[in-house]
Every structure is written in structure tokens, then in C-alpha cells.
């Protein structure tokens, strides 16, 4: 019960901090009041691309229509025939440079590869490093919003996150919203962060010193690679709310439940304590609703029911805070959100089985499939590729 009332008052620290993030952007301004934010060094926007995945056209094109005073688009894939290359050629014109990596070396994961590649051929004049995923949507003072932090020179990097906002209102789609935002909603206002690859940005310099590029040798997590790099410098990493991803692709329950083993088995290897303390958090809480159950159903109702509404009333209050978040960042999703918001409220305590169930098949298996290719994680700086998807037969989940 404390617990669960320490996660409810951390819920409402983050939704004062996401309000309070959301009026000094409005002091930045945009393009169509005539005001600019005070700090917007030349930037290097990289998105690197894998097949055509859903919605991806929009995706590019909101990346490509940013309100930022100077910076370059650099739309990276492995392969020159790759779909979302192809789209983003016929799409973008001259809005983007386009980058063609080649085939990644046998340990290291094709998304790394990109990025390692596009930096690479980033222009000299940018001072900021920028990463976007192509499977998301953002505002046109995103970049502006994820910049602005970086004035202060002792910060290793920004980060935002992605809300899935699937537009069919399948229920495994919906569920992935709720289980999804439990993240969002769990981001520390102090700093102490990952850098969540599909919007992150940080220092050239930076990037240089910390030599990343080592860091994501033998990888295929370029975040939490970079996150490791920058925790071991000292640098913290800012959550932006203003700089939030809006992600509409569905799944159904199988890709949900196969996409979210991922992210944990990913944890596992490269964020072990942060996903030991998780695993621990829901085996204790689920632990706890069962024993409350127990005692309801051994006779002693009122003991049992007032203690189970104790246990899970606060995260499905901690739930409406992260809608109440969602309403701030983004006012073009209203209308979804007035359709679909309750899902936050009254599917936190299926998400909570949800995530143990998660976290239990995270504890037996190194390996995962992503975007058709079959990795091995030896450890933090070890993988193998077992299987590398030919071009026309990429699996496009919406990872």
C-alpha cells in the first residue's frame, strides 16, 4: 500500500513538471508568432529506416516540417532498395539527405549500424546530434522543444518518449497505450533517465568525448548503450514532455506480447538493475493482490476488499495522471484521448499482470527478433546475429 501511494505522489510530481515544461515552451514560440527560443544551434536530425511501415509517409514529412531556424534531415537505411528509402526519395526530395550504411558486421544490431554510419556524414557546421525513430509523429516545435535544454552545457543529453495513439481501437492496441505510458509515467524529473532513441538529442561534442560510437560496437540498443555511456561520465539525461512521439500503428496480441518481451529482454542485458528492481516491484504488488484476495475470500471480506482496493486504486489514479499528461502534449489528440482515455484509469490492473507475466518471459531467453533479424544477447557489449531477413521479406512490426 505505501508503495503503491509513493507511485500515485511521483505520478502527480510528474504531471506539475510536464505542466511546468509545457509553459516554458510556449515561451520558445515558433515560426508563426515570430518568436524563437533562445538556444538553437545548428543541428543533424538522423532517422534511420527499415521497409515501409505504417503511416511512415506522415511520419517523415512531420520530421521533414520542423519549425528549427537550421538543421539537416539525414534518412539513413542499410540498403539503397530498401523500401522506406525508396519512400522517403520520392517523398522528401531535397528535404533530406539520404544515406545508404551497407550490410552491418555480424555483432552489431542494423539500427546501430545506421547511426554509426550517419554520423559519420553528418555536416561539420551541426553542434547537436539528434535522433528520430520513423515510426512516429511529432509537432513542428519538437526539435525546438528537445534542443532547448542542451543550453546548459553540464547536460549529457534530452530525451523524450512515444504514446501510441492507434487510430483502429483495437483492444491489444489499446492495451499496449495503457501498458506503454507506465514508462512515460515513471520518467524522473531529476535527470536520471535513459535516452529513449526516437528522440534523443545531445552535444557533438559531447557524443565525440564520450566516444558513443565504441559504446555501440557489438550492440543493437543504441539508447541504452548511450545512456550507459553517459551515466558513466557523470552526465544526466533531461525528460522533455514536450518533446513526446505520438506513434498510431495497431498490433494485435501476439505483436504486442512479442514486442513488449523485447523491450524487456532488452533491459535485461542492458539495464539490468533498472528491469531487477521492476521484476521485484511487480512480483511484491502481485503478491499483494493475491493475499488480499485470500483474505476476502478466507472470510474476512472487509479486511481483504479494503486492502485490495488500497493496493490498486492508486495506480489506476496514477493511470488518469498519465491521461491528464497526454491532454497537455498533445492537444491534436483530444478527441482520441475523450474516446479512449479511460483505458489509462481501468486497464492499469490488467497491465500490472501483464507486466509480471512480461518481466517472467524476459528471465529465460537472450534472444529477440526485430525487424525480421534473430539476435543473441551475449551481454552489454556482445551479440550475434543468427539471422539476417532479406529485403523484400522484412517483418515490419511496429517497434
Not at 25 to 50: Q, R
Not at 168 to 191: E, H, K, P, Q, T
Not at 301 to 320: F, Q, R
Amino acid at each position: 500500500m505505501l508503495a503503491a501511494l509513493i507511485s500515485l505522489h511521483s505520478g502527480h510530481r510528474l504531471l506539475r513538471y510536464t505542466r511546468e515544461f509545457r509553459c516554458e515552451a510556449d515561451s520558445f514560440g515558433d515560426a508563426e508568432n515570430g518568436t524563437i527560443s533562445v538556444f538553437c544551434p545548428p543541428v543533424t536530425l538522423i532517422v534511420p529506416v527499415c521497409g515501409r511501415e505504417y503511416n511512415l509517409e506522415a511520419n517523415l514529412i512531420s520530421l521533414a516540417e520542423l519549425d528549427y531556424p537550421n538543421y539537416e534531415l539525414m534518412v539513413v537505411a542499410r540498403h539503397s532498395d530498401d523500401p522506406g528509402l525508396q519512400l522517403a526519395r520520392s517523398t522528401l526530395d531535397k528535404k533530406a539527405r539520404l544515406i545508404v550504411s551497407g550490410n552491418p558486421p555480424p555483432d552489431t544490431g542494423e539500427k546501430v549500424h545506421n547511426l554509426s554510419v550517419a554520423i559519420q556524414h553528418a555536416r561539420k557546421e551541426s553542434e547537436i546530434f539528434a535522433f528520430a525513430d520513423s515510426d512516429g509523429q511529432v509537432a513542428r516545435n519538437w526539435l525546438r522543444n528537445l534542443v532547448a535544454p542542451l543550453a546548459d552545457e553540464h547536460l549529457g543529453a534530452t530525451t523524450g518518449f512515444r504514446w501510441y495513439f492507434p487510430k483502429n481501437g483495437d483492444f491489444w492496441a489499446l492495451v499496449r497505450s495503457a501498458w506503454d505510458s507506465v514508462i512515460v509515467g515513471n520518467m524522473d524529473i531529476n535527470n536520471k533517465n535513459f535516452s529513449w532513441g526516437g528522440a534523443t538529442a545531445l552535444r557533438r561534442s559531447t557524443f565525440e568525448k564520450m566516444q558513443v560510437h565504441r559504446h555501440w560496437q557489438g550492440t543493437v540498443s543504441d539508447d541504452y548503450r548511450l545512456s550507459a555511456a553517459l551515466a558513466k561520465a557523470g552526465l544526466g539525461i533531461r525528460f522533455v514532455p514536450n518533446a513526446l512521439v505520438a506513434t498510431t500503428s495497431s498490433c494485435t496480441a501476439k505483436e504486442f506480447l512479442s514486442w513488449a518481451n523485447r523491450q524487456l529482454v532488452l533491459t535485461r542485458i542492458y539495464r539490468t538493475r533498472t528491469w531487477l528492481i521492476g521484476l521485484i516491484v511487480h512480483v511484491v504488488y502481485c503478491v499483494a493482490i493475491l493475499t488480499s484476495c485470500t483474505i476476502a475470500l478466507s472470510g474476512d471480506l472487509l479486511v481483504g476488499v479494503s486492502s485490495l482496493l488500497a493496493i490498486i486504486v492508486p495506480g489506476m489514479v496514477k493511470g488518469s495522471l498519465r491521461r491528464s499528461m497526454a491532454h497537455e502534449m498533445f492537444p491534436s489528440h483530444k478527441k482520441w484521448l475523450a474516446s479512449n482515455g479511460w483505458i489509462y484509469f481501468w486497464l492499469a490492473p490488467l497491465c500490472t499482470w501483464i507486466w509480471l507475466t512480461v518481466f517472467l518471459g524476459s528471465a529465460v531467453t537472450s534472444r529477440i527478433i526485430w525487424r525480421g533479424y534473430i539476435y543473441h544477447l551475449i551481454d552489454s557489449e556482445r551479440t550475434r546475429v543468427l539471422k539476417i531477413p532479406q529485403l523484400e521479406k522484412i517483418t515490419l512490426d511496429s517497434s
